[in-house]
């Protein structure tokens, strides 16, 4: 038999493992796995376990999620020996990192729900601390991913769960490999799997690259003892990604080695956050740092930035209410502090601090500011620096401030450079859209639309005079075309957007104009507006406006009110959230304005709010996952055009797949600009997605790969082999993506591709038969080329086929005459064919129809008499499945419900419990196995998707 690539993959990298310092050691099973442990152990630890001792360490060790395990893997582990006395073992060495014992070995086999067997595992000490999955060369390192996370679920906990010890996964089909941190399954997304890079951040991809470098014995245990981080709040480790490990090598050498200061341009969406919070834990470390102080220019980033940090390290914080406070932290034993520059302002400028503060003159205090373009460039930078005479100065930017686009103030012009001297890492935003760190952006200028008799189009030029771009009908026409085009851009809400305008005027007779379009029935678009009452409120001690000089070459004028007026209006527009979401915020003082500035974010990044309209808040330093459309009528340019830009482009999932930006202003020249500062111009086409012809196009291409290998849709049941099925999967695939792409453009029609919808349609229910075909033989326990393929259903699945859409459909094919009932009936079987969620209900839905829907008498009653129906065939589908597997019905009725409540599998003792006979150890697994499919399956027929709003 010849060997297969994968082994061959697999073979040549244990060979070169070993020539970086690991030895190879043979570990079949549990048993050699659990021997090499305890002899690892001794030698890393200089001493000799008794089989007593290991018992107690096992024992030790073995409890709790990855997440726990990791707080094990960092600590001691207590034993008393035979002697009575009590001793400790390290797992690993984490300040000399590169004194640990690095083993490798493959094919390891364990047996949990499934037997599996690994591919290459890396130990550490003797525990399984990286695991690597190979693919061969061609096929989707998805396909890697998906393996680990079944793993996961069948083996990985077997045992005395050694090795839910694993920190980093490395997936590779020897041209692409990535590697990511070890998280419960539902955290893992393979958008947060990373290449690895070198410091100018060119990718090392090729496995044999990347193994010279990640997998040296001292760089991964460093990636596990300083770069691991363990998220509490969330119970998930991050691994940083390897723009985020130099820009905090650089700092922390710069720190160590000199007193200069530096800064780090990553771009906006890359996540900084991580970054400076590693950076300053690993500071607070070096004996010669008195204290890190990280400073934010906003009040709500105070307290965003403080929640953040104690999510990663709990406690490592506490918030600066007041100066006061900052003043006791300051003179304190706090190591790290998290303050607004204005509040550290006040603490250097107020007599009634100073006598505390100067204690601290000459003390080694490192500064890191955050978005450090907005807030140094008044004259608090000086003072800052002039206060404390050995204090260093960090920055961290998405957008630098360079000379083209820096504001003038008191100092002349100044720069990022100018302030923080060196740049100690670059990483900019075509670094990120290439490693799919943030997402391109979609760009329509909607005065540029071919005319089509469907299409809205505004006739906006490169036009500036207030008189005509705030003219009624203009501002109508546009309040018309989001209304009309707001499903589309968000993919029928399941993002949401913000809409930034030129003044609180405007914003004004916008919102007026929706509030009165919604009260007239002509939409249901949940709106929101936030605007300042006071051009920076905050800590009552604080001195100085600190109103953002420089920001204004990037925004139109920070707007204050120009009379109560406009108050009034704000006043009148939180009474309508109010109304909407049942609060109570006002204007009338700046606590509750506060709240209501939060609760709003909060309602923004859960897509409770459609669309918020803003003049310059929430369009830098605002990050919702969620949100992916930006309407635009106002001037934007520079860093301010970048960063509101940016607010669309965080990654997600395969649905959102660009951030839209609809300007409703000629901004094209001023987003070339941007782009050309802060990337270069050559690079537009990486950051800008391609016009709609372009996606036109390449759709065509792609139908005509997909009917090279199934020329009708019935051939699809003829494809010869599982391998043929994978590539017509794949070529499916690449359609419904271009699809998703193609359906956000306003002037999106399949009349403009080679393919119809019907035909679409159809093809995509053969493809739901594969993904059934593939769920099914996993369920049999068959091996299937199938089983790890992602089939990206959530492109698929449409939020707007529940059953309140059917039950609509149902009362209209009700009062539909005879010829047009059986077409209506028709496309409603297709339509639940075609919705993965919906496909289980259909042979109940076309019994209402066949059986049901004659016998009502009134259109009207369809809801009722449905979820009769439904309720009648639901409790017996739930009196067969006690029938048949011979369970208790009440209990059964119970693990039910705890299953929708935790959305977890029930647990084998639950099941057995159910049963009215026990059976004999050897059936339990299968029966245990075959009953929770069977829950599973209820759930997805009878409840998901079903639940009537």
């Not at 600066?320 to 034993?333: C, F, H, I, R, Y």
């Not at 030129?502 to 919102?511: A, F, K, M, N, Q």
């Not at 369920?779 to 089983?787: C, D, H």
């Amino acid at each position: 038999m010849t060997t297969q690539p994968e082994q061959i993959l697999e073979n040549n990298l244990v060979a070169q493992l070993e020539k970086l310092g690991y030895k190879k050691v043979v570990i079949k099973e549990e048993k050699d796995l659990l021997a090499n442990l305890k002899s690892q152990l001794e030698i890393h630890n200089k001493t000799t376990l008794s089989d007593s001792d290991f018992k107690q360490i096992l024992n030790f060790i073995n409890k709790g999620n990855v997440f726990e395990r990791a707080k094990i893997l960092r600590d001691r582990v207590p034993y008393t020996n035979d002697k009575g006395e009590h001793k400790t073992v390290e797992l690993i060495n984490q300040i000399h990192w590169c004194q640990n014992e690095f083993q490798v070995t493959q094919q390891v086999t364990m047996e949990g729900k499934y037997k599996n067997r690994y591919d290459v595992t890396i130990l550490i000490n003797g525990l399984p601390l990286v695991q690597i999955e190979l693919k061969r060369r061609g096929l989707e390192l998805k396909e890697a991913f998906n393996q680990t996370n079944r793993y996961e679920r069948h083996s990985y906990w077997a045992g005395h769960g050694l090795f839910q010890f694993i920190q980093i996964f490395v997936i590779s089909n020897g041209v692409n490999s990535k590697y990511y941190a070890n998280s419960p399954i539902k955290a893992r997304s393979f958008k947060q799997t990373f290449y690895w890079s070198d410091v100018e951040n060119k990718l090392n991809t090729q496995l044999a690259t990347f193994t010279d470098i990640f997998l040296e014995p001292c760089h991964i245990s460093k990636m596990i003892c300083k770069y691991v981080v363990l998220n509490e709040s969330q119970k998930i480790l991050m691994v940083l990604r390897p723009y985020q490990f130099y820009a905090v090598e650089a700092i922390i050498e710069r720190v160590k080695s000199t007193t200069k200061y530096g800064y780090i341009w990553h771009t906006t969406g890359s996540g900084k956050t991580l970054t400076s919070f590693k950076t300053a834990q690993i500071l607070t470390n070096l004996p010669n740092v008195h204290k890190v102080v990280f400073v934010v220019d906003r009040r709500d980033l105070d307290y965003q930035t403080t929640k953040e940090f104690n999510s990663f390290s709990k406690g490592s914080i506490d918030g600066t209410n007041n100066t006061n406070t900052l003043v006791k932290q300051m003179v304190g034993d706090n190591k790290l502090i998290v303050t607004t520059i204005q509040k550290l302002n006040t603490a250097i400028s107020k007599k009634r601090y100073l006598s505390r503060m100067e204690t601290l003159n000459d003390k080694r205090i490192v500064f890191i500011f955050d978005e450090c373009h907005r807030s140094q460039f008044g004259k608090t930078h000086e003072v800052i620096k002039n206060f404390f005479t050995n204090c260093q100065m960090f920055g961290f930017t998405g957008t630098p401030i360079f000379e083209k686009n820096a504001g003038t103030n008191e100092f002349g012009k100044r720069t990022t450079s100018m302030l923080f001297d060196k740049i100690l890492h670059k990483y900019v935003i075509t670094d990120a859209i290439r490693d799919e760190n943030v997402l391109k952006f979609s760009i329509e200028y909607i005065s540029t639309f071919k005319k089509k008799d469907h299409i809205l189009d505004i006739d906006v030029e490169a036009i500036d005079e207030a008189e005509v771009m705030n003219a009624p009908e203009r501002l109508n026409n546009i309040t018309d075309y989001i209304i009309t085009n707001h499903n589309r851009k968000t993919h029928s809400r399941e993002f949401t957007s913000i809409f930034a305008v030129s003044s609180i005027d405007t914003l004004i007779e916008y919102y007026k104009l929706f509030h009165q379009k919604k009260e007239d029935g002509n939409h249901n678009l949940r709106l929101a507006t936030i605007f300042s009452y006071q051009a920076n409120e905050d800590d009552k001690d604080a001195v100085g406006n600190f109103i953002d000089d420089e920001f204004l070459i990037a925004a139109e004028p920070q707007t204050e009110y120009g009379n109560q007026h406009s108050r009034d209006y704000l006043e009148d527009f939180i009474g309508h959230y109010n109304k909407q979401f049942s609060t109570n915020f006002t204007t009338k003082d700046s606590k509750s304005f506060y709240n209501y500035y939060n609760d709003v974010a909060k309602r923004v990044k859960h897509k409770q709010i459609d669309v918020l309209l803003v003049v310059n808040m929430f369009l830098t330093g605002f990050d919702s996952k969620s949100l992916n459309t930006l309407y635009v009528d106002k001037n934007l340019k520079y860093h301010g055009l970048i960063q509101a830009y940016s607010r669309t482009n965080r990654i997600l999932n395969e649905l959102k797949s660009q951030g839209n930006i609809v300007c409703f202003r000629n901004l094209k020249g001023a987003t070339d600009e941007a782009i050309s500062l802060f990337s270069n111009i050559n690079a537009k086409d990486e950051i800008i997605m391609q016009p709609y012809e372009e996606y036109v196009a390449k759709f065509n291409q792609a139908f005509i790969a997909l009917l090279q290998i199934a020329p009708t849709v019935n051939s699809v049941n003829d494809l010869p082999s599982e391998e043929e099925e994978l590539e017509f999967i794949k070529a499916f695939r690449e359609l419904m993506r271009l699809k998703n792409v193609l359906a956000t453009f306003t002037e999106f029609d399949f009349v403009d591709l080679s393919m119809d919808e019907q035909n679409f349609e159809d093809y995509k229910s053969k493809y739901l038969d594969l993904y059934d075909k593939a769920k099914s033989a996993h369920l049999k326990e068959k091996v299937s080329i199938l089983q790890d393929v992602d089939f990206e259903l959530e492109l698929i699945h449409r939020d707007e086929i529940n059953v309140t859409y059917i039950l609509k459909l149902l009362a209209k094919l009700k009062d539909a005459d005879v010829e047009e009932q059986d077409k209506q009936k028709k496309a409603i079987l297709e339509l639940l064919a075609g919705d993965a969620q919906m496909r289980s209900k259909r042979e109940l839905i076309e019994r209402f129809i066949q059986e049901n829907l004659p016998n009502i008498e009134d259109s009207d009653n369809v809801p009722d008499e449905f979820a009769n129906y439904w309720s009648i065939e639901r409790m017996a589908a739930i009196e067969n499945l006690s029938i048949e597997e011979n369970l208790n019905s009440e209990k059964l009725q119970e693990v039910i419900g705890n299953y929708l409540f935790t959305e977890k599998a029930p647990l084998r003792d639950e099941i057995i419990g159910m049963l009215n006979e026990k059976p004999s150890l050897k059936e339990r697994k299968t029966i245990a196995e075959r009953v929770t499919e069977k829950i599973i399956g209820f759930v997805e027929t009878f409840i998901s998707g079903i639940t009537r709003p």
